[in-house]
């Protein structure tokens, strides 16, 4: 994406023109003197018989100088040779001698005894030279000319008109040259200086175009006026909106649509010189078919301190991952809160429970007993054994901690809970596919027991979501650390385990309570299935992500290959 810069290259870094853009003006200028001494000769000279060695004089110059000027305007120009120093010279020795012909025969000349008015000339030629040739080029030429206008005008000069007021005119000339052919020495010294940094800054420009082209965050510029001055692939890309074809045309309304915060954050900045930090927003993609949040930063630069100048930068990205992460901690503090209680509670309510039932069935050996009497009994012992079996499952949530580490192979895992699943009797008929690598055992630092029964519950949960005749894939992997989300860091690597189905997916309205304990879509759950698998994978410095579709949910399991290492999840 190209960059159309809002303030232009400064003039202080300009650079003089390069010796081919100068050779352009020298045909020019060449083409134009000939011609008109030429026709100056033709039209004045050629029924005086005493001009007639004056018109051949530029009759010749003329025809030499066409044909070298189009010579080298083919060698320059139509096969791009490259401009030696030969050739540079040449060039400068031409003009010398078509500027000593003018001199030599047009009025004020040698002819007539004083100085031709057209000497100056010579400075023309000495300061296209110098500019053209390198250092010292210019010098030599200098010479060359004052030696050809001192032979054309001293030994053309009538003796009387030897006098101290023409060779002042000489020597003025000679002090005007040689200072010209130094101070544009000086110039050129000047520009090569200029070139280097103009280089330097354009390759601090190629390389700040390449980090902006390659960096995960959107970048945008505007000016003033809201004028699209910048845009990087990334921030076409998080968008969704075509900013390249919106180069240097008002671009906020076209942002407003699919981001209105970064539109008012890039306008308060512009517009009112507000910078936005650590703001937030959200962007809507595909009209409306899609959404996440992104995080906005934004700056403003003033120019020359003129309005016309001003210009609004936003960086943005998405924070989908850190907003998973946060809500993950959040879950993952609430989850050990509720799991203290249920542990309390737990105890405090299973032995007085024990006591009941141990009562009741008491009771219900006893003679006597009426039918109601039976009935009644027989539904205090189904529940409190149904809530025995709850308190035990609240136990269960409560305890769970790495009891054991040690290495444990990922893939063993995945294969022993795979193959449990595929016994189960309360899985549907859906066929499950394992895929795990062959050579890579996927070792983790870790407790085992642990890991099965939240890989075992995942795959259950995705059987039992799955419809007749559908597949559950569980896959699992090594992770690299360009894999992992933004925000995650685990410095000795990472595995993942991947559980999708094909049933119906999760509703955004109960994703963000599905790992809460107690919460659950089936009759007769507990709702602490997910809960178990959140604590057991947080307790490993883990984390699991959900996806979901119409066409399915996937959960993702990261875990850290090392305890020990300094991972970081921030």
Not at 190 to 211: M, P, S, T, W
Not at 434 to 460: K, S
Not at 522 to 546: D, N, Q, T, W, Y
């Amino acid at each position: 994406m190209r960059f159309q810069s809002p303030i232009g290259t400064p003039a202080a870094l300009q650079t003089l023109p390069e010796p081919r853009q100068l050779l352009r003006w020298v045909y020019t200028g060449r083409l134009s003197l000939a011609s008109a001494i030429f026709i100056a000769g033709v039209v004045n000279w050629a029924k005086q018989q005493t001009d007639a060695s004056r018109l051949t004089i530029v009759t010749v110059a003329f025809a030499l100088t066409t044909v070298v000027t189009v010579a080298s305007f083919a060698y320059s120009e139509i096969y791009r040779k490259p401009l030696g120093k030969t050739f540079l010279y040449v060039q400068s020795i031409v003009d010398l001698l078509l500027v000593t012909v003018v001199v030599h025969v047009t009025p004020g000349g040698a002819d007539s005894g004083s100085v031709s008015q057209f000497s100056a000339l010579y400075v023309l030629v000495i300061a296209m030279a110098t500019l053209m040739l390198p250092l010292g080029g210019g010098l030599l030429i200098a010479a060359l000319g004052i030696v050809l206008f001192f032979a054309d005008t001293v030994f053309g000069v009538n003796a009387e008109m030897h006098s101290g007021i023409v060779w002042a005119q000489l020597g003025v000339f000679a002090a005007v040259s040689l200072g010209l052919a130094i101070l544009a020495s000086q110039l050129q010294k000047a520009g090569e200086g200029k070139q280097v940094l103009v280089a330097a800054l354009e390759h601090a420009r190629l390389q700040a175009d390449d980090i902006l082209r390659n960096i995960q965050s959107g970048v945008v510029t505007v000016d003033w006026a809201g004028r699209l001055l910048y845009a990087n692939p990334k921030a076409q890309g998080l968008l969704g909106v075509d900013l390249e074809s919106s180069m240097g045309e008002p671009v906020l309304e076209k942002l407003r649509v699919v981001a209105p915060e970064l539109a008012q954050a890039l306008h308060d900045s512009v517009e009112r010189r507000i910078r936005t930090t650590r703001g937030e927003g959200v962007v809507t993609t595909g009209s409306g078919a899609g959404t996440f949040p992104i995080g906005v930063t934004t700056t403003y630069t003033e120019g020359d301190g003129q309005r016309t100048n001003r210009t609004a930068t936003a960086i943005f990205q998405d924070i989908s991952d850190q907003k998973r992460i946060e809500t993950l901690r959040l879950r993952a503090e609430r989850l050990e809160g509720v799991a203290e209680l249920s542990a309390s509670l737990a105890h405090e309510i299973k032995n007085p429970l024990a006591s009941i039932r141990s009562s009741v069935e008491q009771i219900a050996k006893m003679r006597h007993e009426t039918p109601d009497q039976a009935t009644l009994s027989g539904l205090v012992l189904r529940e409190s054994d149904r809530l025995s079996r709850l308190l035990s499952e609240f136990l269960d949530f409560a305890r769970v901690r790495v009891a054991h580490r040690g290495s444990v192979s990922v893939a063993q895992v995945v294969r022993g809970a795979v193959h449990l699943v595929e016994a189960h009797p309360e899985r549907a008929d859906v066929r499950i596919v394992c895929t795990v690598p062959d050579g890579d055992p996927l070792v983790v630092q870790g407790d085992e027991d642990l890991l099965h029964r939240a890989v075992f519950n995942l795959v259950l949960n995705a059987a039992q979501a799955s419809p007749e005749g559908g597949t559950v894939r569980v896959d699992a992997y090594p992770m690299t650390q360009e894999q992992l989300p933004l925000g995650v860091r685990y410095d000795d690597g990472s595995v993942a385990v991947r559980v999708s189905d094909e049933g119906p997916g999760i509703p955004a309205e109960i994703r963000n309570r599905l790992f809460d304990p107690f919460f659950t879509t089936k009759p007769g759950g507990s709702g602490l299935g997910l809960a178990v698998v959140h604590r057991a994978i947080e307790a490993h410095r883990g984390l699991v992500f959900l996806d979901s579709s119409p066409r399915g949910a996937a959960f993702t399991v990261i875990l850290p290959r090392s305890q020990t290492s300094n991972g970081d999840a921030s």
